[in-house]
Each structure stands twice: as C-alpha cells, then as structure tokens.
C-alpha cells in the first residue's frame, strides 16, 4: 500500500520551496524522487496540488503521497564488500567512502544493501523493510569504516536496544582544519534540524542531547588527526560539533569551507571500532579496523 505523510509548516520553515522542505522532512528520499512524486500531483497543499516551486507558508498542511516501495526494485548486485566478521546474527562490514548505505526511492543501484543482498540472500532482518533489510544503523555515503548488519530480526531487535542505550561503543578518527589546542575535550550540546537550512543539523536549544568525546592523536602544521567518542549517535554529530569547536573536519563543504588546499573531497571520517554485547552469547565483542588508504595518503601530504 502507499504510504500517506502528513506535515505541518513551522513558522522557521516558512518560504522554502515545497521540494525542499519535503527533502527535509523525508531524509531518506531523494529531492529528484520527491520532484517526481509532487510532479505525479501526489503532493497537496491544504488540499491543493502545488509544483515543486510553491513556497511554504506557516501552518500550511502538507499531504504526500509515497507510493509502496517494490521488493523487485532492490536487487542484489555482486559487488565487492570487506567483511571483518559473519556469524548467523549479524556481520560487520568496513564500508569505503563513496558508498550509500541503503537505497532510497529512485535509487536502488550500487549501495551497501545491493551488496548486502547478494552475500546474504534471505538471511537478513526485516524490520527496517525491503529498503534497509539488516541495517540497524547507518554512516554517511562520504564516511568509511565499521557498520554492523543484522541477519535476523532477534539480532536487530537486540543490537538496536544497545543502540538506543547508548551502550554501543563507537570510535571514529578524522582530520580536521587547524590546529586543536585541548587534548581532550566534550562536547554536550542538543542537535537538530538547522531552522535556516532543514537539509543541515545545527546545535539548537530544543534539540536531542548529543554528547561527543574528542582526543587528539597528532598535531600537524595546519590540522589536527583526531578521536572521536560517541556517547549519544545523532546525525552528523562529530561534524557538527567539532564545527561548533571551530575545527570542521577536511572536505566537509556542509559544515565547513567550501575549498581546501589539499583539495580533499568528503569528510575525512572513518568509523574505527565498534563494540557491543553479542545478541547470542551475551559477551562483549570489539571489531576494530585500520584507516583506509585514501584517509592515509592525505595523512601522509599532511606531514
């Protein structure tokens, strides 16, 4: 069946396009696929169809129209994957950057899922549904490094528990611009959507408690190599919050510059360890993995 979303303008929301503003509300769709659906006249506005220009305004009631995603759309594809554990509950898998993590409507091609799909065949959860089979939790397309998947739904219903404990343990390293002067620092400040910019989170006074542990590693001339901790896991936490730190990670254009010298392209990010209690055997286990070649090479310019 098609799924029927209803939204309600927000006075900080008023005068984005009605695209836009779609875009930000369903985070996982793409705004071409939201462009499609609003063009198909599955969108209304207070009961009226508008196009994708129309500007919001307060309090307008938003209707779309998201029609049933089709089991035959996410295909399993041969592609390569690096798997640093299997066993019948889950699987970890090193994710490079430049992958997405699962597909999203108009675009169900080369993704982690695809992959996935055609390791494990049907010996994946379903509780996240035909898009996001196994994916408990999820890093951004431009981020590299661990991720766990779920291949029953007694595992992911165990594994997201930890998750939503915050009982996960999670470390990333990252290169950020300048030079940070604190060996270690905390952050503990709420994340929420950015009120001038729904597509960007921001730290806003109404938001979700985000606590982010940074340990400086090494010190460069113009950057720093940097841990990060995660005690909570919101969206683009450890991006935002060391923006907040006036040090934006290297070739990230959302939260910092637009241009680097080095001429980095995406987050210098990579998700290096990750631990948890085991859904079956109730022991700890720790999976830990060694920065990629990309993120080494731009260390090695660096120095």
Known sequence: MDEIREFLVLEEEEGDRLDVFLSSQLGDMSRSYIQKII?????????????????????????????????????????????????????????????????????????????????????????????????????????????????NNNAHNFLA?????????????????????????TVDRPLGRNPKDRLKMAIVKDGKRAVTHFEVIERFENYTLVKAT??????????????????PLLGDTVYGPKTNKLKVVGQTLHAKKLGFIHPSTKEYVEFNSELPEYFQKIINKIK
Not at 230 to 247: D, F, M, Y
């Open 161 to 185: 528990e930890q998750l939503k404990d915050h009982s996960i343990t999670r470390e990333y390293e990252f290169i950020c611009h300048g030079v940070m002067k604190e060996d270690k620092i």
């Open 39 to 151: 063009k198909d006249k599955k969108v209304t506005v207070n009961g009226k169809i508008e196009k994708a220009k129309y500007l919001v305004k307060e309090e307008d009631k938003v209707v779309i129209e998201i029609p049933a995603p089709k089991l035959l759309e996410v295909v399993p594809q041969n592609i390569p994957i690096d798997i640093v554990y299997e066993d019948d509950d889950f699987l970890i898998v090193n994710k490079p950057q430049n992958m997405v993590v699962h597909p999203a409507p108009g675009n169900y091609d080369n993704t982690l899922v695809n992959a996935i799909l055609y390791h494990c065949k049907d010996n994946l959860s379903s509780i996240n549904g035909v898009i996001r089979p196994g994916i408990v939790h999820r890093i951004d397309k431009d981020t590299s490094g661990l991720l766990m998947i779920a291949k």
């Open 230 to 247: 995660l005690e909570t896991g919101r969206t683009h936490q450890i991006r935002v919050h060391a923006a907040s730190l006036n040090h």
